[in-house]
């Protein structure tokens, strides 16, 4: 019965769906808001990479909200699993030591991706990538050790005091354009960090600083998720 | 063009059937990761670098990574065995 | 008619995604597939999404040198919503995952009729209902598995 | 006005730095929570009725609407803005045991409610909504009864109602998806401003299906409500109150702003008509069946959010009205009955004789009680008048079957609640009532202002009045909002760009003039 | 500030002091003083009763764009008047030792609860009566029907509790038929007003009128306990402490008579009412609503014949003579209707008559109950007296009240045309009678029991209020016209021809009603009879109450026979107890539906992903709304 109401569900949604596919202007958007900040950005904002811009310019509070849930989603993984932490003492006996290659590799890996997560972040506005690709990057590396040594820890302290000053970083970036006068996360406010030269590393205003909060956030959070999730205790293995 | 998005497009929803049929959960998280990369690629053929950047590190690569280590943490890492587990 | 653009794929991955999703959703009884379902349905909004903006002739957003100034580009709005919302699902996945690692631990189970169901009871001893003594079922003869 | 921000930045930046702080001194963690939320306060206070004559948009990052977000700042979204931090204020959990991060999810919850009612673009909200419902999940994991059975109940209530989330929110990006498509803008003036054209077919009403659907999630709407039970059943009553309370409404406002703004056709209203009225229905005839107060509160709500879902589904600003006055009404309300049934929880016949332990409280019991039923000189009567003679002007038929269901489901609840009335009343002592628990002393003191409040309004209600139908006067004036958003000169960009044509312009003015 | 601002002021005082003041002892008299001072203050504006103009409260509201007024016209100053006296009555009668021994049994508070839920009860109705508009009629309604749940829920029996929630669901049920109608109304006119809809019923459809009304007699009807809604009444008022069912038995459900003249007679108007026919039927409207009304005086009232316990046979007598006054009204001639409303005065006297008496012997034997009561007259003769006047007046007998007003029903259904109708009235007439005397006759008949050897007549604070309203039955009976001054002046405002009176009785072109030369005559008879009776020598000789015997039955001193149990046997084996039980049946069928539906949508709550099912119906019905798109 159940199944069948899902199956019905599901079909009617692809129905209307398709249906839609036929009165929605797909591959002809009228795209009024795109138009607009395509012809704006370069000149407003004065990134390369105008999804960068949109992210932190123009959707800037967006972003912020987005960091806001990552940071929950982690807080509330912290209290779902963090109330054992007693527990993870007892580490899980499947993991075997792990083989030699893996352990080199990951040595070797680490500062590469670092780096690259890092050069991600920094030409964020100029390039593909930024914050969020670079923050994944430097979540992996330096996650890498845990996985590949089980002995490894990460400091949770280390994660939440990078993760709290990275968000109140954005935070104060967007509220120092406010000291001066601009609304909140304006991106120019001051000659102090000009307006650069179009293309360069230092332009667009803020913005290369708010990626390297983004970067730092995002890289935080989800190594503090990722570390969790590892260290949680195992349920009661059903090993064969 | 379209028939490279068409087979990238068959691949995804092929992955994405087997993430629901296939009844080893390492494999489905291994479908689902497939899912993830050719999405990346259809966003990457959409002009749409960031998106499929993203996509890739976080849906192929991070949660893809969550996903096995949940699994073995709810000690059901086993890929000898055919089981929809309680 | 012309020939179907190739947008018409897309929309059909989409579509697909979502339905392949939202089935899994609603008939999976496992919760770990349950949270991939979910996984997929909202890889397929994402493509939803980026679709809103796409046009075939178009190229990036993204200014480099070698492109012609007058050249269309592709929308860049809806792309950074799908960052967005991307980065959205994975911190929800992760919330998911920890939820069902304790309830695995709590419950031994990853059915999510019998994970109801023991909630149900346990929710039934708390408001003092039922008492704690009582066998597993909250109120004999009321499940009905829809 | 520039500062109101503030109120959404200020506690996102103390729930990120409390984590941080508490390693160095927890109490300044803590005071700092409670300090951002005094600062919000205070912030709101400062504007207040400034709004009341002309709304104000708020660009941030001084870009230009269409493009930049804004933030929208009418009256509506500052009662809403200065209840949330005061409503966070009053279930502030003070206990000493709670875990730092729960305070952090507070404040989150305090910044993305406020953001939700301030936003004035649609993919803002729905960060802002997945953010509410991200630190709800968190809350009701962290706040899960602590029992040895509670703890496995939150955690799996909360499970049930993370996915539930996941896929509303889902529905609600592929609603904003075909919004995009369709209108290719995100901005609410904007978007308003095309609707007529844009929106008004069967692509728009799919999407308000769709949002409608997502955010009815948080909203305890009809088909997607089966959390409500399981979760109010497994967190204390503290968070039931405040998610119930305020919450809910949250959803519900932006459900409200949406709809009035972006979907013009009367199929959208009927849509939420249907809904709500099988809300109502259901829900109250649970609630007549519930053995234990907290299920019943619970089921209730079901049944009253569904009244505020037939309420805003009234065409005009009678309608908004209406529903403004119920889901304030409820707003006040529940929390309140909440906060009596978690020093009566048990089985309902445990609790009989009750009134003789404590008669203030089966006092302020009744009178909540009452007021929910709409008793006459008490605000719910003027809030559920305002429905019923409403509903009965519509000529569409599907509001006389909203008005027949909501009159019975009012019978339902009567019914149940005054056998509640009656076993407090009882003569005889229940078996149980030496073990029952002690109401805590904030509990009632939350309880007795809510009374004050309803006796204070139930005598003021003329002035109530006025300012609720000046309220709903400016959400309903869809102009309004664009001619704020958009300064003059915007506008005429706009309309030249857009080829809309000036007439649909003046046209649309003239409706709104002959309201 | 007008004379109807001072009762509310003081109605408003009295609430605060007595709230304040309730546990203290002595705040019986205050309240004895608080409604004398309300009928002083009804007394100053007694020239409603006479015709005088309507008289406006100060005190207005302004909302939804309505304007909501309070006044007294001549109908609610009549009805009012009842009210109060009916408070002064039962307060008096509260006062005293009735009081006394109440506090003791229970508490202080408990007490106070009693003084306080009688005065919001008395309050809430004269807000009801002084309704200016529909808006303001339904929060009185609401008012009444909270503030006499209130008396009813301090009733400790477990099945009383229960009939109040009963009570309370039906009375909900009905506020809700009422306020659809209003809203009805108010989608029809646009406003709330009295005016607008006398003005706008004149334009209604037939199906609107019928609806509407249908919506309104609902409401008013489960107020009144009219067929068939009658379930709920007499079970609820039985059996609450004494005074509170004197005060709710004299008055309380006649407050759905008021709503129905205010609102069907005054506003729907009378010309509609008979020119509406019910679809399929050779009835119009107002034949409907009198067949109502006769069913309800026969139905409840063969009830009442069935049951064991006093209080419960005077409530559901009260019931049935309910629909006498409906009847009398919904005759729509000047005698039918002045009928009515003499009735309401009148039973009103003697219900609270009747109520105070079984009071006074519950407080000297405890119990109410038929199987243990009996010759009680030798011990409690006022009393004895007080209830035969009463059952008197209740059975419809010259030279009391009841006589009146009852013979003034029958002849204009008579006048009018209406056999079946009459025959029916006579019926619930008949019934009345054998009920009565089952009442008489098993508390003061018969052979005193052991156990009541030593009871004596009921204390003095008891007996005034009883005997003064013993003289008030026999002197309105005697002069009705003192009354009917009262009931002419508000019909006039009813918008019906005034019947026409003089001080003796009723003035009709064929043969009119004299009650003082009825009453001469009977007592002329009585004094002939008596003289012959003595003149030839009639020899009286006084048996001993034990000494009797039934049916060659020889009866010792040791065991009494007192003929109480199963009264009627023949009767009630005759009529059966079907239709009470199909009643019954139908209000189980009502809660075992919701039932029903409610575990459906529990089950549907609880099942896995129910949600997701429903969204089903959420596409389905899109689509079919969305019909009127594309």
């Known amino acids: 019965m159940r199944n069948i109401s899902s199956l019905l569900f599901s079909g009617g949604l692809a129905f209307l769906l398709l249906v839609l596919a036929t009165q929605l202007p797909f591959g002809h958007t009228s795209m009024l808001l795109g138009n607009d900040i395509l012809q704006a950005a370069p000149d407003e904002v004065g990134t390369g990479n105008i999804v960068a811009a949109v992210l932190l310019a123009y959707r800037g509070i967006d972003t912020l909200g987005e960091l806001a849930i990552l940071f929950t989603a982690a807080a509330s993984v912290g209290l779902i699993l963090g109330q054992r932490s007693n527990h993870s003492a007892k580490r899980d006996k499947t993991i075997t030591e792990s083989h030699f290659i893996t352990s080199r590799a990951s040595d070797l890996m680490m500062p590469l991706l670092i780096i690259v997560g890092f050069y991600i972040i920094f030409y964020g506005h100029l390039t593909p990538g930024g914050g969020f690709q670079g923050g994944v990057i430097l979540a992996i590396a330096f996650f890498l050790p845990v996985l590949t040594r089980p002995g490894t820890t990460i400091d949770h302290g280390m994660i939440t005091i990078i993760e709290g000053l990275a968000g109140a970083g954005f935070i104060m970036i967007g509220l120092w354009a406010m000291l001066y006068g601009k609304p909140f996360l304006q991106p120019f406010f001051d000659t102090f960090l000009g307006n650069g030269i179009f293309g360069s590393l230092w332009s667009a205003g803020t913005l290369p600083l708010l990626y390297l909060a983004v970067g730092l956030k995002v890289g935080a959070e989800l190594a503090g998720l990722l570390v969790t999730i590892s260290e949680a205790p195992a349920a009661e293995v059903e090993r064969t | 063009m379209i028939w490279i998005v068409s087979f990238v497009v068959f691949i995804m929803l092929a992955s994405a059937l087997a993430v629901l049929l296939l009844p080893n959960l390492i494999a489905a998280v291994a479908a689902s990761s497939v899912v993830s990369l050719s999405l990346a690629v259809l966003f990457a053929l959409m002009k749409a670098p960031d998106v499929a950047m993203t996509e890739a590190a976080i849906g192929a690569g991070l949660s893809s990574l969550l996903l096995a280590m949940a699994l073995r943490r709810l000690g059901l890492w086993q890929l000898d065995k055919e089981q929809e587990s309680k | 008619m012309t020939m179907p653009g190739i947008e018409v794929v897309f929309y059909t991955g989409a579509i697909g995604l979502i339905v392949i999703g939202m089935a899994g959703v609603l008939m999976v009884k496992n919760v770990f597939r349950m949270l991939l379902a979910l996984v997929l349905l909202e890889a397929g909004a994402s493509l939803l999404l980026i679709l809103s903006g796409f046009r075939e002739t178009g190229v990036a957003p993204i200014l480099l040198s070698g492109h012609a100034a007058g050249q269309l580009m592709n929308d860049p709005v809806p792309q950074a919503l799908v960052l967005t919302a991307i980065v959205i699902g994975v911190g929800i996945q992760a919330l998911a995952l920890a939820l069902i690692l304790r309830i695995k631990h709590r419950y031994h189970s990853l059915d999510m009729g019998e994970i109801r169901e023991q909630m149900e009871h346990d929710i039934a001893v708390n408001s003092g209902v039922v008492s704690p003594a009582s066998a597993q079922s909250p109120e004999p003869g009321g499940h009905h598995h829809g | ?515 | 500030m007008s004379v109807l601002d001072e009762v509310f002021i003081l109605c408003a005082l009295g609430a605060l002091v007595l709230f304040v003041f309730h546990r203290i002892r002595g705040i019986e008299k205050l309240a004895v003083v608080f409604y004398a001072a309300l009928l002083y203050l009804l007394i100053k504006m007694s020239g409603l009763g006479y015709g005088g103009e309507v008289i406006y409260s100060s005190f207005s509201l302004n909302i939804l764009g309505e304007t909501l007024q309070w006044r007294f016209d001549a109908v609610s100053w009549f009805f009012a008047i009842i009210t109060v006296a009916s408070g002064l009555f039962s307060a008096v009668f509260m006062s005293g030792k009735w009081g006394e021994s109440y506090r003791e049994k229970t508490s202080n508070a408990a007490y106070g609860t009693l003084q306080i839920a009688l005065l919001l009860n008395v309050n809430s109705m004269l807000i009801l009566l002084a309704s200016g508009d529909l808006l303001s009629l339904f929060i009185g309604w609401e008012l009444v029907s909270w503030a006499s749940f209130m008396m009813m829920a301090l009733n400790p029996d477990k099945q009383a509790r229960q009939a109040a929630i009963k009570y309370i669901v039906y009375a909900m049920a009905g506020a809700m038929a009422f306020l659809a109608a209003m809203a009805y109304v108010y989608g029809i006119t646009g406003s709330l007003q009295y005016a607008e809809l006398a003005q706008a019923s004149a334009a209604l459809s037939n199906g609107q009128i019928i609806l509407l009304s249908l919506l309104f007699f609902t409401g008013f009807a489960i107020k009144m306990g009219l067929i068939p809604f009658h379930l709920w009444q007499a079970v609820a008022y039985a059996e609450t402490p004494a005074p509170g069912a004197v005060f709710l038995g004299a008055i309380s459900a006649r407050m759905g008579l008021y709503a129905i003249i205010v609102v069907l007679i005054q506003l729907i108007g009378l010309g509609h009412l008979q020119q509406i026919h019910i679809p399929f039927t050779f009835w119009n409207l107002q034949t409907v609503l009198a067949w109502v009304g006769a069913l309800t005086t026969i139905i409840p009232t063969y009830i009442a014949l069935k049951q064991n316990d006093a209080r419960h046979l005077l409530a559901w007598h009260g019931v049935g003579q309910g629909g006498y006054m409906l009847l009398g009204l919904m005759t729509l001639n000047s005698l039918g209707s002045a009928g009515g409303l003499l009735h309401v005065f009148n039973y009103a006297t003697y219900q609270a008559a009747l109520f105070m008496t079984i009071g006074a012997v519950i407080y000297r034997t405890g119990t109410a109950n038929f199987d243990k009561l009996g010759g009680l007259v030798t011990q409690m003769p006022l009393t004895f007296m007080v209830m035969v006047f009463s059952i008197i007046g209740l059975a419809g007998l010259p030279p009391m009240n009841g006589f009146v007003s009852k013979w003034m029903v029958y002849r204009s259904l008579l006048l009018d045309g209406e056999p079946l109708l009459f025959v029916a009235a006579v019926i619930g007439t008949l019934g009345t009678i054998l009920s009565v005397y089952k009442l008489v006759h098993n508390t003061f008949l018969g052979q005193l029991r052991v156990e009541h050897q030593n009871v004596r007549e009921a204390p003095l604070s008891l007996l005034i209020p009883m005997l003064v309203l013993a003289a008030i039955m026999f002197v309105t009976g005697m002069m009705p016209g003192l009354v009917l001054d009262w009931v002419a002046s508000a019909q006039l405002a009813m918008g019906l021809v005034p019947v026409t009176y003089n001080l003796g009785g009723i003035v009709l072109a064929s043969g009119g009603l004299d009650m003082i030369w009825i009453t001469l005559i009977l007592f002329y008879g009585l004094g002939v009879g008596a003289i012959i009776f003595y003149l030839l020598g009639g020899r009286a000789k006084r048996v001993h109450q034990y000494d009797n015997y039934a049916g060659g039955h020889f009866l010792t001193s040791r065991v009494r026979y007192h003929y109480s149990h199963n009264f009627y046997a023949g009767l009630m084996h005759l009529i059966g107890g079907w239709y009470r039980g199909s009643f019954k049946k139908l209000e189980q069928a009502i809660v075992s539906l919701v039932s029903l539906l409610s575990q459906l949508s529990e089950n549907m709550y609880r099942s896995a992903q129910p949600a997701m099912m429903v969204i089903i119906v959420v596409v389905l019905s899109l689509w079919s709304i969305s019909g009127g798109i594309n």
Do not use: C
């Open chain 4, 1 to 515: 006005m520039d500062n109101l921000i503030l109120v959404v930045i200020l506690p996102l930046l103390a729930a990120f730095l409390m984590p941080a702080m508490a390693r160095t001194s927890e109490v300044l963690a803590r005071v700092t929570g409670l300090m951002v939320l005094f600062i919000s306060i205070i912030i709101i206070t400062s504007v207040w009725g400034s709004v009341d004559e002309q709304a104000v948009s708020y660009a941030i990052g001084g870009f230009r609407p269409p493009m930049g977000i804004v933030f929208y700042i009418d009256q509506l979204s500052l009662l809403f803005a200065l209840l949330i931090p005061v409503m966070i204020l009053l279930f502030w959990p003070w206990n000493k045991v709670t875990h730092i991060r729960e305070y952090s999810l507070m404040m989150l919850l305090t910044a993305s409610a406020s953001g939700l009612v301030l936003s004035g673009d649609l993919f803002n909200i729905y960060v802002f909504y997945e953010l509410l419902a991200v630190a709800s999940y968190g809350l009701v994991v962290a706040q899960g009864r602590a029992g040895k059975k509670g703890e496995g109940a939150a955690l799996a209530a909360s499970l049930r109602y993370l996915i539930l989330g996941a896929v509303g929110s889902v529905m609600m990006l592929i609603g904003i998806a075909i919004i995009y498509t369709q209108a290719g803008t995100l901005n609410l003036a904007h978007l308003a401003l095309l609707a007529p054209e844009k929106l008004n077919n069967m692509a728009g009403l799919s999407a308000f299906a769709l949002i409608l659907i997502g955010v009815g999630v948080k909203a305890e709407l009809f088909p997607v409500n089966t959390w409500v039970p399981e979760v109010y059943g497994a967190v204390s009553t503290r968070l039931s109150a405040l998610m119930a309370g305020l919450l809910s409404k949250l959803a519900v406002i932006v459900i409200i702003r949406v709809l009035v703004l972006l979907f013009p056709q009367p199929e959208a209203l009927q849509l939420m008509t249907i809904l709500g009225m099988l809300g109502v229905i259901s829900g109250e005839l649970v609630a007549w069946r519930s053995r234990d107060m907290i299920r019943m509160l619970s089921f209730s709500s079901i049944g009253q959010l569904g009244l505020v879902f037939v309420a805003f589904s009234i065409p005009g600003d009678m309608g908004l009205m209406a529903g403004f006055a119920v889901a304030l009404h409820h707003l006040l309300v529940k929390p309140a009955l909440f906060m009596l049934a978690s020093g009566w929880t048990g089985p309902l016949e445990s609790l009989k004789g009750a009134a003789k332990q404590s008669p203030y409280i089966a006092a302020l019991f009744v009178l909540l009680v009452m007021s929910l039923l709409g008793v006459p000189p008490l605000p719910g009567f003027w809030a559920k008048l305002l429905i019923v003679v409403n509903l009965a002007s519509q000529a569409a038929p599907v509001y006389q079957f909203a008005l027949a269901f909501v009159l019975i489901a009012t019978v339902i609840e009567a019914a149940y609640l005054y056998r509640v009335v009656m076993i407090l009343y009882h003569p005889n002592q229940g078996q149980q009532a030496s073990v029952r628990e002690k109401h805590k002393a904030f509990e009632l003191v939350i309880a007795s202002g809510a009374a004050v409040i309803l006796i204070a309004v139930a005598l003021q209600v003329q002035s109530m009045e006025t300012k609720l139908s000046s309220m709903a006067r400016q959400t309903g004036d869809r102009q309004h909002y664009i001619n704020t958003v958009f300064s003059k000169l915007d506008l005429a960009d706009i309309y030249h760009q857009n080829k809309v044509q000036q007439t649909d312009f003046r046209s649309n003015n003239q409706l709104q003039g002959s309201k």
